[in-house]
């Protein structure tokens, strides 16, 4: 068998027709720059999410940037956040000259260990950045709690979060990842849970004014065209991009579901093998996604290279810490600072999950581990 990590082409090939017309729609209409498909796109996020307000942008990086910037997480002003993500997390904050202060995270959940949170607050903090990581969210009840106390900022990167809601305490009502902070992001990366094709980002918040900012800055800062009452970005979800993620979206539920079903049968199939630790789920208050899928292994650059040889292809989610990385040197953290991020990188492999994988699939991936630990 040969198993890609990722595979769009087998959605394509089931839904060429919606995709082709989608596409096609936008070349004959012209509309090529925040037009109806951006507008319409918007508004379906907007309904899906719960969020009074959804703003298309390039990417989910340009997501983070902006609304860091919005946010004030910027001139040696601090702001809370992990060291286990994607470079941009933090990035975002560096870009303005904010300082991203570093906890470390939580075993089972690989998201913020909120008990640290408190502690990495002084008065120069201005807000604190969790990221939902793989597949479940961070604590939200705790940092809202915190970040109201201290009167901080919240800017959720939910990149990988999107489909994935929290049960706050006291309330019926689920609220969508990204929407309960001040602003969140989303990332339309191919590989994420709703994936373009090609790159994409959005920002979401309740709040009318840092809306109406993010849709300034996205047109480079302008109020009307050519007056300009900041100096922002020229960073547009693409209308392409946009036609493509309408379709995927009205198959999202389905999409996330097969995701649940290839998770419950790495689950069982993995239960038993020596070596391996499957992920668990750290809160019960909340609907998780499975955006990716990961266990904690025992050599694991020997088991990725022999499923490798196997036809399995498998990917690091992360090799390296940020704290620990050449670019963010000048922050001075040192190598066992953060021993639980530091481990997870020695132990994470992520085994590949899409909608479309096969209960066949699955299975044979499950006795190659099996086979390896024999
Ligand atoms: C993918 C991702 C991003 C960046 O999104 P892009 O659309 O690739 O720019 C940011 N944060 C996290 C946690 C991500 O996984």
Known sequence: MKINFYESQREYKEKKHEFDGAIKNIIDSGAFILGNEVKTFEEEIK????????IGVASGTDALVIASDILGFSDNKEIVTTPFTFLASTSCLAKHGGKPVFV????????MDVDQLEAAINDNTVGVLPIHLFNQMCDMDKIMEIAKKHDLKVLED??????????????ERYRHAGTIGDMGVFSFF???????????GMIVTNSDELADM?????????SKKYHYDYIGYNSRLDAMQAAVLRVKLKYINNA??????????YTEGLKNVEGVKVQGIKSANQKNVYYVFNIFAENRDGLAEFLKSKGVATSIYYPK???????????????????????????????????????????????????FYN
């Open 190 to 200: 191919p590989t994420k849970t709703l994936g373009g094709y090609g790159d994409g």
């Open 104 to 111: 470390d995270i939580d075993e089972e959940s690989c998201g």
């Open 256 to 265: 996330i579901e097969n995701r649940g079903r290839v998770a419950k049968l």
């Open 214 to 222: 993010c849709r300034m800055f996205r047109v480079h800062g302008a």
């Open 158 to 171: 939910a990149a990988e979060a999107f489909g994935m809601r929290w049960q706050m305490q006291g309330e």
């Open 321 to 371: 810490p940020l704290h620990l990385q050449k670019c963010f040197e000048y922050l001075g953290y040192k190598e066992g600072q953060f021993p639980v991020t530091e481990k997870m990188c020695k132990q994470i492999l992520a085994l590949p999950i899409y909608p479309e994988l096969t209960n066949e699939e699955v299975e044979y991936i499950c006795d190659c581990i099996k086979e």
């Open 47 to 54: 309904d899906f999410t719960g969020a009074k307000h959804a």
